[in-house]
């Protein structure tokens, strides 16, 4: 089972070191940055399953790197910060924050946070494809979407699935090359383009009227599906 990736952005060292102790005897694998420019690049071009984003941060401040972040990714987050008052905690939660911690906290209860955290995001990433007509095998290696085989192949339904199970969120493509091609030394990612290209065309015969692949210019990919049906008027 992939260990699960959490970014720290923090730039008191020994606040920093402590949720890293904490965190990898969890099982997690940690990053640790202290600057939010240098987040907000971690968090676009090589997306965390959860970051870990203090307020107080030199280059960039932590609401403005959420703000900026949720234009292209939904990826988990918790603030940090020392602030108490209650209109910050509204700030942050309003920007898409998923979870907030005001300092001082106990490391065991940020550490059940991250799980609660991750349960939450997670659960419906496991049935996001099928809810949007796309079929996935990975017992055979079958794709369909409405029920229409795309007759894809290995490489482009290990990226598909990737894609397909986070909507939403963009992929750059060196983060695509380490979730769909872990084992396989032959896929560059140069490579991804062409899978990219082919997967459009197949999803595209099948459904036409929509665009389900979305180019990020500079950043990387993303699965879009279609948008839901207006409900019926009464």
Request: aromatic share 2%; charged share 25%.
């Given at each position: 089972m992939r260990m699960t990736r959490i970014l720290i952005v923090e730039d008191e060292t020994d606040i920093a070191d402590v949720l890293r102790d904490y965190?990898?005897?969890?099982?997690?694998?940690t990053e640790h940055v202290?600057?939010?420019?240098?987040?907000?690049?971690?968090?676009?071009?090589?997306?965390?399953?959860?970051?870990?984003?203090?307020?107080?941060?030199?280059?960039?401040?932590?609401?403005?790197?959420?703000?900026?972040?949720?234009?292209?990714t939904q990826q988990p987050v918790i603030m940090l910060t020392a602030r108490t008052e209650e209109v910050d905690r509204l700030l942050g939660l309003a920007h898409g924050a998923d979870d907030y911690v005001c300092k001082p906290f106990s490391p065991r209860e940020m550490v059940a946070r991250v799980a609660a955290v991750l349960r939450r995001t997670r659960a419906p990433?496991?049935?996001?494809a099928a809810a949007h007509g796309i079929e996935l095998d990975e017992g055979c290696w079958h794709a369909?979407?409405?029920?229409?085989?795309?007759?894809?192949?290995?490489?482009?339904?290990?990226l598909l699935r990737v894609l397909a199970k986070q909507p939403g969120r963009i992929f750059s493509r060196a983060r695509l090359l380490e979730l769909a091609y872990e084992d396989d030394v032959d896929v560059t990612e140069r490579a991804i383009d062409s899978h990219v290209k082919n997967l459009r065309r197949k999803l595209s015969q099948a459904a036409p009227e929509h665009e389900w692949i979305r180019s990020v210019y500079g950043v990387g990919f993303s699965f879009e599906p279609p948008p839901a049906a207006p409900a019926p008027a009464r």
């Open positions: 965190l990898r005897r969890e099982g997690h694998q202290a600057d939010g420019r240098e987040a907000l690049r971690r968090m676009l071009e090589a997306p965390p399953d959860l970051t870990l984003l203090d307020v107080m941060l030199p280059g960039l401040d932590g609401l403005s790197v959420l703000q900026q972040a949720r234009v292209h990433q496991e049935v996001s369909a979407l409405g029920g229409q085989p795309l007759n894809l192949t290995r490489r482009e339904f290990s």
